[in-house]
């Protein structure tokens, strides 16, 4: 708490200054051109990984980057917090770009691959439900890359079945049809920084850097 209270003072005192604009027209309204879906993970921060400022991304947070898919209604099936920052992300801030990073190391991938929660937390099983579909692809397709821990392998799988989830709310999916929102998986490597996309033409997630980012902002939607 002491770290925390510390980065605060030296916010307000230091940093401050140089956002105070910036708040200021933020108290107005926000206007984030993409929801990005990602792990509660300490180790993955989204607005240092992308470089953003206040204001410029919509961020969703839970255990695994899981997006429970919706039913024909447009219900969810699963937490409704997650179904709800969609709707508000795609109906009301109307975000041009959705991502789902998954990375390595995750802790919920861990426990899946080897399908042993710690007891105790029973919620913590329920929920990795909606990645089992990650899990049955593993074991019935293969890794997109067998160079990986076999925790990451499902990682990077999982990315690519929360994107499919995702498609099925239909707000998500009419706007990616009218070329109004792409959809992207994304996964970050921890023990480089590195981050890489998926791309569908390769089936497999590539660097993103300077050579890359490019063809890649180009690329139709990844599902």
Not at 32 to 37: A, E, G, Q, R, Y
Not at 53 to 71: C, D, I, K, Q, S
Request: glycine share 8%.
């Amino acid at each position: 708490m002491e770290k925390l209270l510390a980065g605060i003072v030296d916010f307000r005192e230091r940093l401050l200054p140089q956002y105070a604009q910036r708040f200021t027209e933020l108290a107005l309204g926000q206007r984030p051109d993409t929801l990005f879906i990602t792990c509660s993970d300490s180790r993955v921060v989204p607005d240092l990984l992308v470089s953003t400022h206040p204001g410029e991304l919509f961020t969703m947070r839970n255990v695994g980057n899981l997006v429970p898919p919706a039913t024909a209604e447009g219900i969810s099936t699963g937490d409704l917090s997650e179904a709800s920052a969609i709707e508000y992300a795609v109906l009301i801030l109307k975000v041009a770009n959705i991502i789902v990073c998954g990375h390595s190391e995750c802790g919920a991938m861990h426990a899946l691959a080897l399908n042993k929660l710690q007891r105790g937390t029973p919620n913590l099983g329920k929920w990795l439900h909606h990645a089992h579909a990650a899990a049955f692809r593993l074991d019935h397709e293969g890794p997109l890359n067998g160079k990986l821990k076999p925790h990451d392998q499902l990682s990077q799988l999982n990315v690519l079945v929360q994107l499919e989830h995702l498609a099925t709310y239909r707000i998500v999916w009419e706007r990616v049809l009218k070329g109004k929102l792409r959809l992207n998986g994304w996964w970050f490597d921890v023990s480089s920084g590195d981050m890489y996309a998926y791309d569908r033409t390769v089936r497999s997630f590539v660097i993103i850097d300077r050579q890359s980012a490019d063809r890649l902002g180009q690329r139709p939607p990844n599902i």
